[in-house]
């Protein structure tokens, strides 16, 4: 993996820690869902667009 990669990687845990902790902060359970269940699919994507 190169450093791209990894710094995209990081920046994107970073936003969804944010997020997520933004969420709890306001009791949005729902929202909480939701975004645990997008971030796989943004780390492929990630994943997807540094390999190419």
């Known amino acids: ?3 791209r990669t990894v710094s995209r990687l990081q920046a994107l ?4 820690t944010v ?5 709890v902060a306001e009791d949005r359970d729902d929202l909480v869902r939701d975004l645990v269940a997008e971030y796989p699919d943004a780390i492929a994507k990630v994943m997807s667009q540094d390999a190419a």
């Open 1 to 3: 993996m190169n450093d």
């Open 19 to 23: 997020a997520v902790n933004e969420a």
């Open 13 to 16: 845990e970073a936003s969804y």
